[in-house]
Structure formats: structure tokens, C-alpha cells
């Protein structure tokens, strides 16, 4: 085994061995206990061996994170770097990539064959395989293990999940030999802390020692309207806190960037640094920015040189990597962050602060998850540096001590498949399996192996059923069937029908002193006739009666709820099957595929990666982005790439051009729309112009502060939607059957969208 200059904890040496025997290995570990010791032990193995060895992560910041440690640590010119939009050194014997290109790569398509890409390949490391769990994104991980080699040794790194044990087994299953490596050890264990309003002088410890709640805790008084609104800040008093009980730095969690921004102005004045530490930030700063010209004038520039920063989707990614920098060198003290910055880039921290344990969603309040609060809990205590770490949450109105305490001492919820064939995917298989291996490829999803449990509810309930509808017999005093008693139920509906139309007729015919008529007699007798009859039934008279035709109306019930779940059960069985088969039909009637294999078309749109592959490959294909200059290109692609907004932006008149061709898409989606809700297909088809006249600005080379004036938008936001157009008009280039003339508009495009700040990571 390689010697690490310390002891290895006994989860690392187990996960060694395993992956020293050949075995893959699924490593569940919480957050910050060194899981990656583990995959630089099989970096030196795959070194000592010249093999190569892949470290995927979820997340571009990750990627490149790792690119320049292991550059620092191996040595520049073994390590590669592959994303969505930078390529380095590709051959490389230890090459980091973000999970989606991975994945690309087994497909096999624009990437190269698989064979190519798999040269030497002896190890994979999939770090934070938890994002399994992500709903956008987490089917990713899924293909990436059902596609992967099986000579390939899988190492996948995840933070602590309940059902660790059914990844195991399922990988085991579709790969090779798997072990599990499952330790709930802390290296920095935890201690919790609460902040009550009604006490702002002190931190109370959340739990006794026997683990019950703090008596003490109050819970916070219930707040309406404008008591709320106007309600106080305590963010200076947590912090001052932190700050007495020397508990800092932290990082502070809060679900809101505008909180994030209004709480660092708030503790900006705490005197948080000491004067040479000020020095330090200044010079630091200064030398970064000198780098990074575009940062010259950032609002939130004086706040870093009193020790506080905020870091959130909205800021500049230069931005936010120079606070990441400086927390990192212990000089900025508190960081007021979302819970994105949980998701694993290295920012060690003494104390984590929660704002609140729930959060606001479009429907309204709801408590974290166990893995979510796990997720940034876990962020506390530095390994080496700390003997302990603290998590202190801020006591809010929409929760009550009891639900933290439950919340702290909850475990962590299990993972749960978000596979989901789209039509890339489709296509993909299509072009390398059969319609049957296609399926049984699908059938190896995390979904379909741990579907037990997810049908466990309405299996379930399906039982629930059977034995009502068993314990529904009735013993009828004179052994009639349910048959008869129908017949009967049925017989003295239509008679008191009947009746009540004979006599409405009697009335009417006395009101205008006329004699029945003899159509009416007729009725009549009838109608008696249908009342001997009944008085023919036991039912009659039986005193029973009601409750054996009450019994009877509960069995149809249940009869009918009975298929229902049978129907639900079945669908759910075969949901993933049936989804791949829906998005077949929607490409074979479009002309994307033909026998089951991918026509020109079909290959095009294969290698295409976005939300809806399909619609992407019809507005190429329409010939209706021919025509227009680079900054037009940039606008309408920026339209089709940007989701919904939840909130409302002012709307920015874009060029006639621009408009014209996205009504010219708008009535390709309605075509589309038509043939995906014939099969039930849910794709997304997106034409929101919302940062497109910026974009053509940019490109016709406007200055930054000139984009930014435009609109009251985060910063970061704008960067984000111009790189996803940046990512579209890549793929234009590298894709077959794309027009020369697009092609070459494309690459204009790029080159002009990528200046600073747009082009800085």
C-alpha cells in the first residue's frame, strides 16, 4: 500500500485493500472524514502501474479545484482537465472531468469511440456520488456506472446516505465486484449549538448529554404581517458570539442571496480582523486583482478587508474564488453563503451557522432533509486544526426546537434514482445495441433494482385492499348472492323512479280535470306491477337489507381502487422502459430514427447535449439560424437555453431579427409540443428572451458595466447564461450535418462571448 506521511483511520485502509484486490469500492463516509486519501491511493497506484486513472466531480468549480491540487501534488504534466468548455492535456495519466463528460465519453459519439477514450482507464473515481439524488442531473451518475467498463474499477466517493448498502449491491450487480466501505466516524466530531432570540447574549447548547432537547431553548414568538416584515436581525449577535467564544471563522447558511449581501453589511463593522491580518487581505487583494482587472471596482470590495464576504450563484465566479482563497487562508472570518457552497468545494471552516432549518419552496415552508442539513453541518470542524466543530442554529418562527433536535439526531435519507432516458440517450443506445439490449440496459438502472422500495407504498396499499375486500363477505340471513340483491337494488330504484313520474302525471291530469289516458294507465300498472315483484325479495323485509347494499357499494369501491393501483403498479414497474419507448415514438415520427437504428439526423442530434436534444436539433435543422450575424446567433440561442425565471424581469427590447427567428421557433415548439403530448413525453422547450438583447450587446462589444446597468440581476447569473450559450455554440462546431456557414458563425460568436469577466472561472 502507498505510505501516506500519517496513520490512515481504519475506513481508508479497508477501502485501500479492497481497491489493492481489484474490487471496486463504494465508500460512505461523512462530510470532511477523508475520503480522499482513498482516491489518491488508487492516483498512485494507477501512476506505479502507467495506467490512467478518470476523477469525475459534479461540479466545474470541483474540477478545476482538483486539476491544480493534483498539478501542485503529481506534477502538471500528468495531469489533464476536461469540462463543458476547457480541454488540457486529454491524454493525461490522471485526467478530472465534471461526471456529465464522463458519461459522454461511454457513449462513445462526439468523443471518440469508447475504446479510444478508455485507453489504459484502470481506475474511475466518482466523487460525491450522493448527487445521484439531484433531479436535474442525477441520472448522470446512473449511466456513468451502467456504461463504464467493467474492467474499470469504480471508487465512488459519497457522504453519508441511509441505503449505501442498495447502491453497493446494484453496482455489484451491473459492474463487477463491489465492496462497501460504510463509517459514520468523524475525525472533528460536532457539537450544536442554538441561538434564541430571547437569550442573544449566549449560545445555548442544543442537547443535554444524554441527547434530549435544552430545556432553556424557547422557541421564537409567532410573527404576522408587518411584525414580520419588520422583525430584527440577530446576524451581529450570532456572530459576535461566535466571535466571544473564539468559534470563527464560519461559514454562514442562509437560503437567500439578498440575505447573504445584507448580512455581510451588517457584520461589516464587528472588527472581525486584526490590523496585520487587514495588511494581508489588502496585499492578497491586490495582487489578485491585478490579474483580474475586472474586479477593480466590485461593490463588495470593502467588506474583504473587515474580515466578512458573502458567496451565492450571483457573483462573479473570479469573485467568488477569491473569497474562497482568502477563508482559505484563515483571513476572511465569516462567510455568508447559500447552500450551494455545501456541495464539496474545499472551504474549511471552525463553526457552520444555519440560519434556518426550513426553507421556502414554490409550495410554501419546508424542513431541510437529513442529507441537506448533514450536507452543511458537516462543513464544520477542520481535520488537524480543530478538536471540535460547532454548528449553531438560528432559532426562526417557522420551526420549533423539537423539529431541530429531530433533525439533528435524524440519519441520513436514502438515495433514490433520478434515471431518466431522454432522447440523446435514446439514440445513443440505438446506435450501438439492439432494441432488446437497449432494454436490458435499461432495465440495469438504480431505478429498476431498487424499485422494491419504491413501490413498497402502493404494494402496500394493493394488500391493504385485498384483505378489506376479504373481510367485506357477507353472510346474508337467507343465502341470497350479491347477484340478487343487485337485481333487487336495481328493481326498487327504477319502481320509486317510476313512482314519482306516475304521480307527477295523476297531479297534472287532475290540475286540467282530464281522465288518464290510456298510455298513462298502462304506466301505471306497471308501476304496481314492479311493486309486487319487489314484495317477492326477502330484501324486502329484511332488516339487513341496507347494510348488505351498503356492503355491496364499499366492495365496487374497492373493486375499482383494486385496478387502479394494479394499473399504478405495473406503470411503475416499467416506468423507465416505458419512458425510453415514448421518446422512441416521438423520434420515429419525426424521421430521427428508422428501424430502430439513428438516421443522419438521429446521429446529429445524439451527440447533442442539452435539456431537449430534439428541439436543439429542429431549430438547426430549420435552417432558420442561417442567416444571422454572431451576436444575433448568440441572442436567440440565449432565448432557447435560458429556463423559466421565478421572478419577474423587466422586459429588454431585442433586434427585429432576433425576434423574428424566435417566432419562427416558436412554431417548430408547437409542432413538437403536439407529437411529445401524443406519447406523454415531458421535455422542456424553452424561449425565454430574457438576457438575449444583452447578450447581442455583449457581443457587439459593449463594456461589462454597460451589460450590467441594463438590468438588476446578479452578476454570476448573467455569466451563467451566457456560458450555457457558450456551450450550445460549441457543440454547433463539433456535431455532424451542421451548416459550414453556422459553424463558422458559431466560432465568431465564442470567441467574442468569451472576454472578461465571462471567460474566468
Known amino acids: 500500500m502507498y505510505e501516506f506521511p500519517f496513520e490512515l483511520d481504519d475506513f481508508q485502509k479497508e477501502a485501500c485493500e479492497f481497491i489493492n484486490d481489484g474490487k471496486s469500492v463504494v465508500v460512505c463516509a461523512p462530510t470532511g472524514a477523508g475520503k480522499t486519501v482513498i482516491a489518491q491511493h488508487a492516483i498512485h497506484r494507477a501512476l506505479e502501474e502507467d ?137 472533528v466530531p460536532l457539537r450544536f449549538y442554538y441561538f434564541d432570540s430571547s437569550q442573544p447574549d449566549k449560545l445555548l447548547p442544543l442537547l443535554t448529554p444524554s441527547g434530549q432537547l435544552n430545556k432553556k431553548i424557547r422557541p421564537e414568538k409567532r410573527l404576522f404581517g408587518k411584525k414580520l416584515q419588520n422583525k430584527k436581525s440577530y446576524v451581529r449577535n450570532v456572530v459576535r458570539n461566535l466571535q466571544a467564544n473564539d468559534m470563527l471563522p464560519a461559514i454562514y447558511f442562509t437560503f437567500s442571496r439578498r440575505k447573504c449581501d445584507e448580512h455581510m453589511e451588517k457584520c461589516a463593522s464587528l472588527e472581525l480582523v486584526t490590523r496585520s491580518e487587514q495588511a494581508q487581505i489588502k496585499q492578497f487583494v491586490d495582487e489578485y486583482i491585478a490579474e483580474n482587472p475586472h474586479l477593480y471596482n466590485n461593490k463588495h470590495l470593502e467588506y474583504l478587508y473587515q474580515g466578512v464576504a458573502s458567496h451565492h450563484a450571483g457573483l462573479l465566479p473570479a469573485w467568488k474564488n477569491l473569497v474562497e482563497k482568502l477563508f482559505q487562508k484563515g483571513l476572511i472570518k465569516v462567510v455568508f453563503a447559500t447552500e450551494t457552497l455545501a456541495a464539496g468545494i474545499n472551504m474549511p471552516a471552525r463553526s457552520t451557522v444555519i440560519s434556518s432549518t426550513s426553507k421556502r419552496t414554490d409550495s410554501g415552508h419546508r424542513m431541510l432533509t437529513a442529507s441537506e442539513f448533514l450536507q452543511m453541518s458537516g462543513r464544520a470542524g477542520r481535520r488537524g486544526m480543530d478538536e471540535v466543530g460547532y454548528v449553531t442554529i438560528v432559532g426562526t418562527q417557522f420551526q420549533s426546537p423539537e423539529e431541530v433536535a429531530e433533525l439533528v439526531l435524524s440519519d441520513a435519507n436514502p438515495l433514490e434514482s433520478r434515471f431518466s432516458p431522454s432522447y440523446s440517450m435514446v439514440l445513443n443506445l440505438l446506435q450501438r445495441f439492439s432494441l432488446d439490449e437497449a432494454k436490458e440496459l435499461i432495465l440495469k438502472s438504480f431505478g429498476y433494482f431498487s424499485s422494491g422500495s419504491r413501490l413498497q407504498p402502493l404494494l402496500k396499499a394493493y394488500d391493504l385492499n385485498v384483505k378489506e375486500l376479504e373481510s367485506r363477505e357477507f353472510l346474508c340471513p337467507y343465502k341470497l348472492s350479491d347477484k340478487e340483491l343487485y337485481e333487487y337494488d336495481k328493481l326498487r330504484h327504477l319502481y320509486v323512479q317510476n313512482r314519482q313520474t306516475y304521480k307527477k302525471i295523476c297531479k297534472q291530469e287532475k290540475a286540467k280535470n282530464r281522465p288518464l289516458s290510456q298510455e298513462a294507465l298502462k304506466f301505471g300498472a306497471e308501476t ?142 408547437r409542432k413538437l409540443e403536439k407529437v411529445q403530448n401524443r406519447y406523454a413525453v415531458e421535455a422542456p422547450m424553452y424561449i425565454n428572451p430574457y438576457f438575449s438583447s444583452l447578450i447581442e450587446l455583449w457581443v457587439e462589444g459593449a463594456e461589462w458595466e454597460t451589460i450590467t446597468e441594463q438590468i438588476d440581476m446578479g452578476e454570476g447569473d448573467i455569466v451563467r447564461s451566457f456560458k450555457r450559450v457558450v456551450d450550445v455554440l460549441r457543440q454547433f462546431t463539433s456535431i455532424n450535418n451542421v451548416p459550414e456557414a453556422l459553424v463558422f458563425t458559431a466560432r465568431e460568436a465564442i470567441e467574442k462571448i468569451l472576454r472578461e469577466p465571462v471567460d474566468v472561472d
Open 51 to 187: 495506467k490512467r486513472i478518470f476523477y469525475t466531480t459534479p461540479l466545474k468549480a470541483l474540477s478545476n479545484q482538483k486539476y491544480y491540487d493534483f498539478g501542485e501534488k503529481y506534477g502538471a504534466d500528468k495531469v489533464g482537465l476536461l469540462t463543458g468548455d476547457t480541454s488540457i492535456n486529454r491524454n493525461a495519466q490522471i485526467v478530472v472531468m465534471t461526471t456529465e463528460v464522463f458519461r459522454n465519453m461511454l457513449y462513445g459519439t462526439n468523443f471518440g469511440a469508447v475504446a479510444d477514450n478508455m485507453k489504459d482507464v484502470k481506475y474511475v473515481v466518482l466523487d460525491e456520488v450522493h448527487y445521484m439524488n439531484d433531479e436535474q442531473r442525477g441520472t448522470v451518475w446512473e449511466e456513468s456506472i451502467i456504461y463504464c467498463p467493467t474492467n474499470v474499477q469504480i471508487i465512488a466517493l459519497s457522504a453519508t446516505v441511509a441505503n449505501a448498502d442498495e447502491l453497493t449491491a446494484w453496482i455489484n450487480t451491473v459492474h463487477s465486484k463491489t465492496e462497501l466501505v460504510n463509517t459514520d466516524f468523524r475525525p
Open 528 to 669: 304496481k306491477a314492479m311493486l309486487h315483484k319487489m314484495h317477492n325479495f326477502h330484501c324486502d323485509t329484511c332488516k339487513l337489507y341496507r347494510k348488505h347494499s351498503k356492503n355491496i357499494e364499499v366492495i365496487s369501491r374497492l373493486n375499482l381502487r383494486q385496478e387502479k393501483l394494479q394499473k399504478e403498479i405495473e406503470k411503475q414497474r416499467d416506468i423507465f422502459w416505458n419512458k425510453f419507448l415514448a421518446h422512441r415514438s416521438v423520434l420515429l415520427d419525426c424521421g430521427y430514427l428508422k428501424d430502430d437504428y439513428p438516421t443522419e439526423y438521429g446521429i446529429t442530434t445524439s451527440q447533442i447535449r442539452s435539456e431537449n436534444e430534439l428541439f436543439i436539433a429542429q431549430i438547426i435543422f430549420s435552417n432558420v439560424l442561417e442567416n444571422l450575424t454572431p451576436a444575433q446567433l448568440t441572442a436567440v440561442v440565449c432565448a432557447i437555453t435560458t429556463e423559466d425565471l421565478r421572478i419577474d424581469i423587466p422586459y429588454l427590447p431585442i433586434s427585429e431579427p432576433v425576434r423574428k427567428t424566435l417566432n419562427l421557433i416558436r412554431n417548430l415548439r
